[in-house]
């Protein structure tokens, strides 16, 4: 079975290999221009496109509703140049066009705080401008040719961001991400300006990441990821934001999309005009498990316990009408595994010897955005949504070495509901200023119920007894508004100021949240960038809702727990060294405040929660914990031009916190350094193929861990830590080396196919997952992380 697959799979790459026989390849570009402040269309912007310097360039002007598009283009990359009077240039550096599928680049062009005669115009790169135009500090724009460029990126955005300094991701079975230092806990995840979520595969309750990602990337336009001191429109975060975009299907033509990748999955997608006199479109795409497939033609994939998932991702666009414009979009996922005790090799990540385990979890969002134009100079967005994510999972105990006689051990129900508004009016005051004043309303619903077996063995079977760890039905309202506004006070100074609220009803807690930045453009060359932000989040749900039994039932003890909250210093200084290459140092300072510990003398503290699947079950807490995460970060870029790439990124860093019991430890995130070097070059094969060559490598400080209590475990014949050790011990240093190669393939004007390998873990490093004690031995194991994995990735368009 194996042998025919690959042999059929041979013969589809051979055949379409053919159609680079054909004639003349073309490719179209088009989109829209508008003011960057109040969206409003700009009518007769230019638009030129030149293969280099020196070069005669061929272009168009925008329509009556700010449109452009440009046709019959040869493939390959170009510049682009967008002019307008009165409007400050923007230059992009080798833009893609291919077959296959048209290039839509819209623009928002900034007004210049000149006056009109004393306007030069000069352009300069526009590389890594963010999208929301109110952030400026710690922010950086991604976009989907970086997520499939870079290797070991396995398509998903936080593996991506995982290259950016300040930014850590050493753990991979699963995608969470630590921002300087702080736990994943703290991540905020938007879609199309309202949150959603955790959008990931396998997640559960309370945290922002897990094995897979359900964000499919073939479907989000260029979007932010903020790491400290975001702006006044962003809450409930305390460590960073991915503010993330689904791109609008094309309005002109029909195209389609078939892929294949180890970790995504296989995927149709389909877009194309609603109708072409409304200038509407859809958008969706589903994709499936190729682990699923592949077990069941008969591959072997390296493990019995086969993830199963799938998801589907749409976004339909119907225009702008005498109500405005009006989208809808959504996300659905569903994903699920069994690790059993008879199948699981030892070496696995997650096996237990003794024990049965299933986990399934699902996800479900639906939105409607709505944007229209009050007049030149403002405009209303509105954006409305309900999600639905839930996790089930159900553990069975062995009683006997022979695996035949089992129990159940531990039961969860978990299903989170949210309903969310957020609404905000814009208004530009002339050049100069900018002002954005908005409300974003949350009602979630949280059910769950948890029973474990931790309870005395009252009739003497060797079995503990169920205890409800937790039985939830509650609801949770949050409020908050906001009010932001720009100041260029000058051509080379932009202020941000701004102040976010929030209000919860369940302890009826108010915060008032100050955020301000501002931008010094030293000489055409050079930046410094300061920004400050008080920011506070609602405690995880497991924590918030946690609940104890008492004599009179279960008690929710951490109720009346307030937000925690954070204190965001930045300074930052980019330099552009010369063409392409920029040179940036950031610093930050960051101290936390108001953070839930034990109410009597502990080592523990919520700061190092959420990197796992689950949160320690612990009540009584107070909110009179600190820490504080400093460093220092290095970025030294060179934007793809002239064939290549290069990304080199250094943080150093320090996590700390204070329990109840005084003292200051190594938070469970502090690695104190990280470092990553990325590069790629791409050649010409003849006039319709690309081959490239794209490594990453990264080394990453070991993390800090409590050790096992051994005597104490194998009494308890379940892991014990030493607390008395907490985060004393640290594993050995993280260490990766990725290497890629690819082709693209531009046959026919309608039609062009991507191929790449991707060897992950070279090198076969032995990285330390986890030192886990060992029922069935009484041993403490060393499970180490994912050796040499190759990924694959097959793309057609047409």
Known sequence: MKNKFITVLCLQIGLLWTYTLCGQVVGNLKGIIIDADSEEPLIGATVQLLLGPGQQATGTTTDMHGYYRIEQIDIGRYQVIVTYLGYEPIYLANIEIGSGKEVQLDFKMQESVEELEEVVVTVKLEKGQVINEMS??????????????????????????????????????????????????????????????????????????????????????????????????????????????????????????????????????????????????????????????????????????????????????????????????????????????????????????????????????????????????????????????????????????????????????????????????????????????????????????????????????????????????????????????????????????????????????????????????????STVQLGYGLHSQVQPLPVLFFRTQTAGGLQAINRNLSSSKAHHLVAAYSYTLFKDWELKLEAYYQALFNIPVDNTPSSFSILNAGADFVFPDVGELENSGTGRNYGLELTLEKYFSEGYYALMTGSLFQSKYTPSDGVERNTAFNNTFVYNILGGKEWHWGDKKRVSVDFKFTNAGGRYFTPVDLPASRVAQREILDQSQAFTQRYPSYLRFDFKVGIKIFSHKKFSQQFFLDFQNVTNRQNVFVDRYNRATGQINTIYQIGFFPDVLYRLRF
Do not use: C
């Not at 630590?178 to 995840?189: D, E, F, K």
């Not at 979520?197 to 260029?222: C, E, I, Q, R």
């Not at 934001?241 to 389609?256: A, H, I, M, P």
């Open 136 to 525: 400026s500090i710690s922010t950086r724009t991604f976009s989907l040719e970086e997520a499939t460029r870079y290797s070991g990126g396995r398509n998903d955005v936080s593996k991506l961001v995982s290259a950016y300094a300040g930014v850590s991701n050493s753990n991979d079975s699963r995608n969470d991400i630590v921002i300087r230092g702080n736990s994943p806990t703290g991540v905020l995840w938007r879609m199309e300006g309202i949150p959603i979520p955790n959008p990931n595969h396998f997640a559960t309750l309370g945290t922002t990441g897990g094995p897979v990602s359900a964000l499919n990337t073939n479907l989000l336009k260029d979007s932010d990821f903020l790491t400290s001191a975001f702006s006044a429109e962003y809450g409930n975060a305390l460590s960073g934001v991915f503010d993330v975009g689904l791109r609008s299907g094309n309005k002109d033509q029909y195209e389609f999309t078939a892929q294949i990748a180890a970790f995504s999955g296989m995927e149709f997608m389909v877009e194309g005009p609603l109708s072409k006199k409304k200038n509407s479109s859809f958008l969706i795409s589903g994709r499936y498990a190729f682990t699923s497939v592949a077990n069941k033609i008969g591959l072997d994939i390296g493990t019995m316990a086969i993830p199963d998932y799938s998801d589907i991702t749409f976004k339909i666009d119907f225009g702008k009408g005498h109500l405005g414009k009006f989208s809808i979009f959504g996300l659905w996922g569903q994903s699920d595994i069994a690790f059993l005790a008879a199948e699981i090799d030892q070496d696995d990540l997650f096996f237990e010897s003794d024990a049965d385990s299933r986990a399934a979890s699902s996800i479900g969002v639906f939105g409607v955005k709505h944007s229209i134009l009050l007049n030149k100079n403002s405009y209303l967005r509105t954006v409305v949504s309900v999600s639905r994510a839930s996790n089930n999972f159900d553990q069975d105990r062995y009683i006997d070495t022979t695996l035949t006689q089992k129990y159940l051990n531990t039961g969860v129900r978990d299903q989170t509901d949210r309903i969310v508004a957020n609404s905000y009016y814009n208004i530009k005051h002339g050049a100069q200023h900018v002002s954005r004043v908005g409300l974003l309303a949350t009602n979630l619903l949280l059910n769950s119920i948890v029973d474990d077996r931790r309870g005395a063995d009252i009739d003497g079977d060797g079995i503990l007894e169920f205890v409800k760890v937790r039985d939830v039905n509650e609801s949770l309202i949050t409020l908050e508004p906001y009010l932001q506004h720009k100041w260029r006070t000058g051509k080379n100074t932009t202020l941000h100021l701004g102040v976010h609220g929030q209000y919860s009803d369940l302890n009826t807690e108010w915060s008032v949240e100050p955020r301000l930045s501002a931008v010094f453009d030293l000489t055409p060359r």
